[in-house]
């Protein structure tokens, strides 16, 4: 029996993973991209609760927390941590400063270059039933 490779594209290729991207600037870019459509929420989208009762099992956010103003971040975050188990940030620069009281608990840092990946863990997710 062949074991299917564990990469990313291959899961979403064979369907084992479902991928659902955000891209409020280009989501034709995206579309020419990925071949799939893409929602177009802004951050102030989701601190609104666009996202709603939806749920995910990661959130990535790359190369885009760190733009957000400061006094932004909380919202945000705190929608997110209803949203996911586990969010990763990308990010060329130490911030964002993403604290407990955000919802997130941090796992762990890595660094590759000059690029930043950090691991939270949601402390208000709640698993649908």
Do not use: N
């Not at 290729?13 to 071949?35: H, N």
């Not at 989208?45 to 733009?67: K, N, P, R, W």
């Not at 705190?78 to 964002?96: D, G, R």
Request: net charge neutral; with cysteine; hydrophobic share 40%.
């Amino acid at each position: 029996v062949e074991e299917i490779e564990k990469r990313p594209i291959v899961l979403i290729r064979e369907k084992l993973m479902t991928v659902q991207g955000v891209d409020p600037y280009t989501p034709l870019a995206y579309k020419g991209r990925t071949g799939k459509e893409c929602l177009t929420h802004t951050f102030q989208d989701v601190e609104m609760g666009a996202l709603g009762d939806q749920t995910y099992d990661l959130i990535v956010c790359s190369f885009a927390l760190h733009l957000l103003e400061k006094s932004k971040l909380f919202g945000i975050c705190t929608q997110l941590a209803f949203t996911a188990p586990c969010l990763i940030i990308l990010t060329p620069h130490k911030k964002p400063h993403i604290s407990a009281t955000c919802g997130w608990q941090l796992l762990e840092e890595i660094m590759f270059d000059r690029v930043r990946a950090r691991i939270y863990q949601s402390l208000f997710f709640v698993p649908p039933s």
